[in-house]
Nanobody
Framework: QVHLVESGGGLVQAGGSLRLSCAAS????????MAWYRQAPGKQRELVAT???????NYVDSVKGRFTISRDTAKNTVYLQMSSLKPEDTAVYYC?????????WGQGTQVTVSS
């Protein structure tokens, strides 16, 4: 069983920054890729960023240059540093990992960016 717990969301003005954290249970954390997704009201869930077990990263075009995904293996935690936030970044952000053929999601953390 894998448990993912996100934190760090909140309300911020456009141009501001937030850092999301996702604490993962289990020793699988260090050997599996992880990802952040987001879902805005009325829209499909969208892949935002991924990080491999060796630290390679990928981002959706809309956040490139503004968001940074990273991981701390010692703390079993993955982060999403978000800067220059825009109102269109408003969404519930979810941490994700696939393990043993099963998709695991955190409970989500709300990010609201006011204009």
């Amino acid at each position: 069983q894998v448990h993912l717990v996100e934190s760090g969301g909140g309300l911020v003005q456009a141009g501001g920054s937030l850092r999301l954290s996702c604490a993962a249970s289990g020793s699988i954390f260090s050997i599996k890729p992880m990802a952040w997704y987001r879902q805005a009201p009325g829209k499909q869930r969208e892949l935002v960023a991924t990080i491999s077990s060796i630290g390679s990263t990928n981002y959706v075009d809309s956040v490139k240059g503004r968001f940074t995904i990273s991981r701390d293996t010692a703390k079993n935690t993955v982060y999403l540093q978000m800067s220059s936030l825009k109102p269109e970044d408003t969404a519930v952000y979810y941490c994700y990992i696939r393990w043993g053929g099963v998709d695991y999601w955190g409970q989500g953390t709300q990010v609201t960016v006011s204009s």
